[in-house]
């Protein structure tokens, strides 16, 4: 068999760099290697990702890709053959096939795996030659001897995704050290546990409590809640709880007791996951007052979906150096500090892709901090719970879920969940019962009313007030009524029919004018029920889940400046809900609210209904996510866990984009694009035009194809009309809803 080589008789990985050096395939295969097994998250795991890397691109060794290499033409695929050479060098390790064969592609369900391989068997000449060159490349090459577990077949699966992730980082590393050192360079690759870094946080948080008031009811129950949660820092690594109730300062108190935690057992960083975007900025901005803009990230995604070949990293995309260090960190999450959303955290630990998987391994020897983790989707409980349960007891990785309503995530007869939980306040209720700010009221007895009883009730409010809806089209509605009384100094509406900038301008209005004392009216759907620090007299709730109505409440008399609330709950005729799901626990919420409205100051409430709302009403694995996980089919657990099913498409509004000038450059960047036949347009501008844009629906898309215009492959412009109350709002704007 002829080989193309140079004369230095090597073969390549990677084409020539801006030096003109081409890309030794053995040192390629050596550096991988290394940083794969510095990536294992435990000892005893290490040679196998040594392994994973050594043999990743063994596929390039045949001909076809060398010819490639230096002729250019069609590329010789090279992953699935390199499954195969690992089958047939270490055979009883099955992770490396996966592995291997997905770390560009994505990981395949079994069957794939086993029918892509078997392709190569009647051309097993041509494999036992690379196996040779692979051997002659590295003559010392022993299999060597791994434990992997055989009848915990989740925790085998569980390996697998580690040994993807920290292969596809690894190598995609040690290509760009190859392309672009100046990259690597900019890498921030900074550890709790270097060069003091922990101790250095924890004293700038202790410093920041020292500032804080200490006068005060709430302010000694805040300074009494950090010492309670601080008292289990030196724990074993695991699960943990936190259950406060709203506004006693569980950011704070949950990050001193995980960098407590993280210094007694030598753990790498902390991530904190949050429900929803909106969020993010708020938290991300309280941490960086306290510890510094370089010690935390911000990761959530953009315009893009990063599927993984929105390939070469443009430098322009960055402002500056410590601009350029964090937009590569979010890559792989080699942060201290990450703040990121449940999206984006769940749907990569179950993704099969390689770049949404690159940072799953820095889950490994790290404090996850859950806020508001009721929010998470019941259907996907069961499998959410058994995929952390894996990675804890894999990767030596505490996982702690703060909340004011505290969902049942313990294992028991019908849900297998957690078997041990520590939680950090060991009797919530010591916390509650001194910090009931409301008084709940139920308008008819939480019997049906139409709109017209409601808006009659609010009428004759005195002061502000609050109402959250389940439905943008019931927002839309009220608002209109709401807007005709008199009296108040503002009217605003809230709904996801707005964008994020235009959203964050009302939220921040509406701060602005309770801290003034304006008297206002809001309209709202549930989306300002986490992390939005409202603080109004008085909150109406239509009828929901339980945690939706006590979350609402969270929302009244937030500071305690009043002796008590007002929090009314009614219940809608004819009310729509989001979905099914939503619909029947709200029904079941109603039940139990009506019989007795007490419950819902009872600390250890919603945990009981949690438990009757799995077993009545919800599948806790329903897209059967556990199963497929057993039977090693990657693919169809990544297509199975979706957070939001229905996809949605982002469209930019021209008012307001063009309103900050935006959408002019995009555009004039878009002709240039054109014109050189090159990328121009880089994360950057689409990290901004997100701020600008609506998430639709395709029947939005379908019914409202006139007014929009692609400007290229990725951007669409909404040209419709957009309410400076409502957001999206087309002549027919039932339809939008």
Known sequence: ???????????????????????????????????????????????????????????????????????????????????????????????????????????????????????????????????????????????????????????????TRFLFSALTDADWLDTEHHFDTERTEARMGQRLDQDGLCELLLEKLENKFQQLPTEGKINALRTKARSDAAAHAEENPGFFSLQLPTGLGKTLTSMYWALLHARHNHLQRIMMVLPYVNIIDQTAKVLKEVFGEDAVLEHHSGLVDEDGKKDKYDESDASDDRELSKRLAC??????????????????????????????????????????????????????????????????????????????????????????????????????????RVNYELLNGLEEVPLDRVVKELSEETGSFLVIVNTKSVARELFEEVKQFDGYDRYYHLSTAMCPHHRKKTIDAVIEDLKNKKRIAVISTQLVEAGVDFDFPCVYRAIAPMDSVIQAAGRCNRNGKLEEGKVVIFNLEKHEMPDVTYQACASFAAGIIKDDVNILYDASSFEEYYKQVIGLFVNADKFKITEKRKGFDFREVCESFRFINEPTTSLVVEKYAEGESLLEEVKKLVDAERITKRKIINRGHYRRLQQFCVQVYPTFLRSYNDQIVPLNDTIRIYTGNYDEDFGLSPKDVETVF
């Open 331 to 436: 890559e792989n999450w080699d942060s201290p500090i990450i703040v990121t959303t449940s999206v984006q955290f769940f749907e990569s630990l179950f993704s099969n892709r390689p770049f949404k998987c690159r940072k799953n391994h820095n889950v490994a020897e790290s404090v996850v901090i859950f806020d508001e983790v009721q929010t998470l989707p019941k259907e996907y409980a069961e499998p959410i719970i058994m995929m952390l349960k894996n990675v804890s007891a894999l990767a030596r990785t505490s996982f702690l879920f703060c909340t004011a309503t505290q969902p049942a995530f313990m294992k028991r007869d019908g849900f297998d969940g957690i078997e041990n939980m520590c939680p950090l306040i060991a009797k919530p209720e010591k916390y509650f019962k001194p910090t009931r």
């Open 1 to 159: 068999m002829k080989t193309l080589q140079s004369k230095s008789n090597a073969f390549y990985a990677h084409s020539e760099n801006e030096k003109g050096e081409r890309h030794e395939l053995k040192a390629h295969l050596l550096q991988t290697a290394e940083l794969a097994e510095s990536f294992s998250p435990t000892e005893k795991f290490r040679r196998l990702f040594y392994l994973a890397g050594l043999l990743h691109d063994v596929g390039k060794f045949q001909d076809g890709f060398q010819k490639y290499m230096f002729e250019g033409g069609k590329r010789t695929p090279h992953a699935a053959v390199g499954a195969f050479v690992a089958k047939l060098l270490a055979k009883q390790y099955l992770p490396l096939q996966f592995a291997i064969q997905g770390h560009h592609s994505g990981m395949p369900d079994n069957s794939e795996r086993s029918a892509n391989i078997e392709d190569y068997e009647e051309n097993e000449d041509g494999v036992n030659i690379l196996s040779e060159r692979f051997k002659e490349a590295f003559p010392a090459f022993v299999v060597p001897e791994i434990v992997l577990p055989k009848k915990d077949f989740l925790l085998a699966e569980c390996v």
